[in-house]
């Protein structure tokens, strides 16, 4: 009889160490098992052969696949001390729900005969500055071609027998990325990210464990997780992405789990980027890590020319027309229009109206549930919180004072769509945010984008990452301030992001392109820089405030956040915390209590704490110790 310790695959186990069981038969280092926990089977991991317990230990059954990784097996385990969650749920992230019931059918697609662009000065100098192993980032301005240095760097690394991954943002943006890849490498390229269906990701997952011959896996951030032998190159395309960042236990972010993934193969890691977090920007210069800068547009088909017009939101004689769209936007999207050029209209908010609110009384429709105001959807008729997607009809009269002055304000891109569709009738119009059903995702239309065949999109920051559009030729930001209103430590750098990314949809060598920019702080120097590509000042100021005010990249930060039935309940449980913490000793800087941001949340109030410390140590020494009835976001991208 043979006994090994297993790391259980499943959530509902949260201890911190292996199980014991035992196996009629030796059992290889990174074997897949089946294993009894409570009254379920579930996947398993082996990671250690062990002498016989002191208890009875049940038996494994024995899966007919090859072993992981070894190194994806030490990813687990560096994960479980950086990123402190229940084992169980960090092992989930390495393993399918269950395995295939059939095999993955290999397609027969050889590479096409592609004669790729020549390789600009840029990119030359790039890939000449790239080291055969570690982190390297490409801080490349839209349209220089950062993808054709991700094939160059592919090609190396499968002539050498090494496998790749190459990350997206959005599983939207996977379809022309995978697209472009098996253009070049065939059949070698699969793709997995969580919105294939569960049978085709298991599928894939067993085909990519069994390959012997170098692979291409694009995908989203779990993509990383895959289980490829001999790795050689892991790119993170639009690295600044808050959705690289994950919003539930383990609370990893990809950029570290890359970088310690490529370090224990000796691989590759390039983070790619026209618009680089400050952080990773920051701690790239003080490793003295390779940074690629490349300002050269790539194509040059066409006259690479943009021209900007910038609107003041304030002055409403500019706005006789529509009262969303300037009379300056309008006139350039007839002109569009008329020339066969396509229209991208940017709005970072959903829905029809975001307030609804009376103006006899002051009520305002809010969720019963989280005290958010609930969003007007004009398509269905109905309010919707965002948060807790309760629903509820649209008032005709004001439910306090029964007057019918009941108004709706500040516009989303549902009410965009209708003010577009009664100004340009004959226009084919589509919508792409995350209100989209599952059959109107970008990714199902992305032929019919790509080509021209829709006249107008309109969107929310779906639109703005990394699409390249031949037949755009203007791009409309309906209000360019409305991601600075938030009152969090990132508001500037996500609006600089956000800006920089959708201007850069036109000017990319196809065609010339113009950008109108609606805006109420015409003269604000965030804006200055946004426009003149002025990243060194945009960084520098950045950096100064980062610094002043004790946030990344000079502290690390973690939320702690509890919800309790009131808000004086929360509020004294997180007093309670703070001044426990406080009496540690600890190196640290405590903001709070406090409100969270969305105070109340399915009819429970939430408080939290903000830490910060130089040692992230610290941080992770918290959370390990944390009272029940906590949660936890360790380096947050926003205090939000």
Same mark, same amino acid.
């Given at each position: 009889?043979?006994? +090994? ?7 509902? #186990? ?34 250690? =052969? +062990? ?19 070894? &190194? ?9 001390? #950086? #990123? ?9 992230? %390495? ?15 050889? !590479? ?7 390789? @600009? ?25 950062? @993808? ?11 002539? $050498? ?8 943002? &959005?599983?939207?943006? @996977?379809? *022309? ?30 085909? %990519? ?31 600044? &992405? ?10 990893? =972010? ?18 790619? $980027? ?22 050269? @547009? ?11 017009? %910038? ?12 009262? =969303?769209? $300037? ?32 103006? /006899? ?7 019963? =549930?989280?005290?958010? !105001? ?56 589509? /919508? ?50 409305? $991601? ?30 113009? +950008?109108?920019? *609606? ?104 959370? /390990? /110790? ?15």
């Amino acid at each position: 009889m043979h006994f +090994v310790e297993v790391l259980p695959g499943d959530a509902s #186990y949260h201890g911190d160490g292996p199980l014991t069981y035992s196996s009629s038969e030796p059992l290889l280092i990174g074997s897949l098992v089946s294993v009894p926990l409570r009254r379920k089977q579930i996947l398993g991991i082996v990671v250690s =052969h +062990v002498g016989k317990p002191s208890f009875v230990a049940k038996a494994v059954t024995p899966i007919s696949l090859p072993a992981l990784p070894p &190194e994806l097996i030490e990813l687990l385990k560096w994960m479980q001390h #950086y #990123y402190p969650a229940p084992l169980g749920v960090i092992t989930q992230l %390495v393993l399918p729900k269950a395995l295939p019931k059939k095999p993955y059918t290999e397609t027969n697609r050889a !590479p096409l005969p592609l004669e790729l662009p020549v390789l @600009t000065d840029d990119q030359q100098k790039a890939l000449s500055q790239v080291a055969p192993s570690g982190l390297h980032l490409l801080h490349g301005e839209t349209g220089t071609g950062k @993808t054709r240095v991700y094939i160059e760097l592919a090609k190396q690394a499968v002539e $050498s027998g090494k496998s790749v991954i190459v990350l997206t943002p &959005e599983i939207g943006l @996977t379809s *022309q990325l995978a697209n472009t890849m098996t253009d070049v490498f065939g059949n070698r390229v699969v793709v997995l990210h969580s919105q294939l269906t569960d049978a085709t990701r298991q599928r894939s997952w067993q085909y %990519v464990l069994e390959q012997t011959k170098p692979l291409i896996v694009v995908g989203a951030r779990s993509a990383l997780f895959s289980p490829m032998h001999n790795l050689g190159l892991i790119v993170i395309d639009e690295s600044h &992405e808050t959705a690289y960042k994950q919003d539930q236990a383990p609370y990893y =972010h990809t950029t570290p789990v890359a970088a310690k993934l490529a370090a224990l193969h000796g691989a590759r890691v390039i983070l790619g $980027s026209a618009t680089p977090l400050v952080s990773d920007y920051y701690i790239a210069n003080a490793k003295k890590r390779p940074i690629m800068r490349m300002t050269e @547009t790539a194509s040059k088909q066409n006259d690479d020319a943009r021209t900007i017009d %910038v609107v003041d939101l304030r002055d409403r004689t500019l706005f006789t027309k529509s009262p =969303h769209l $300037s009379n300056t936007l309008i006139s350039h999207a007839q002109a569009a229009l008329q020339k066969g050029e396509q229209i991208l209209l940017f709005l970072n908010r959903r829905g029809t109206a975001r307030v609804i609110f009376c103006e /006899r009384c002051g009520w305002q429709a809010a969720c019963p =549930h989280c005290d958010l !105001p609930l969003i007007y959807h004009g398509d269905i008729h109905q309010m919707r919180c965002h948060s807790c997607e309760f629903k509820a009809p649209t008032p005709t009269s004001c439910p306090e004072c029964h007057n019918t002055s009941v108004v709706y304000r500040t516009i989303g891109t549902k009410a965009v769509v209708e003010e577009t569709e009664r100004l340009f009738p004959e226009a084919r119009i589509m /919508r792409f945010d995350t209100d989209n059903k599952l059959h109107e995702r970008i990714e199902h239309h992305y032929e019919a984008v790509h080509s021209g065949q829709v006249n107008i999109l309109i969107g929310t920051q779906t639109l703005a990452k990394g699409l390249d559009l031949p037949k755009l030729g203007l791009v409309g930001v309906v209000a360019a301030d409305s $991601s600075l209103n938030f009152p969090d430590f990132s508001a500037q750098e996500r609006t600089y992001q956000l800006l920089t990314q959708v201007i850069g949809r036109v000017g990319r060598g196809h065609r010339k392109g113009r +950008v109108v920019l *609606q805006t109420y702080a015409p003269d604000s120097s965030l804006l200055k820089a946004i426009i003149d590509k002025d990243w060194d000042t945009f960084y520098n100021n950045e950096l100064a405030e980062r610094e002043q005010f004790a946030f990344p990249p000079f502290y690390y930060l973690l939320k702690l956040s509890c919800k309790r039935s009131s808000s004086s309940s929360a509020e004294q449980t997180a007093s309670n915390l703070a001044k426990e913490l406080r009496s540690k000793g600890y190196k640290i800087i405590i903001e709070g209590p406090a409100p969270s941001f969305h105070e109340k949340s399915q009819n429970k109030f939430a408080w939290q704490l903000i830490i910060k410390a130089r040692r992230r140590e610290l941080l992770t020494e918290i959370i /390990r /110790r944390l009272p029940s009835g906590w949660d936890y976001d360790i380096d947050p991208m926003n205090l939000l």
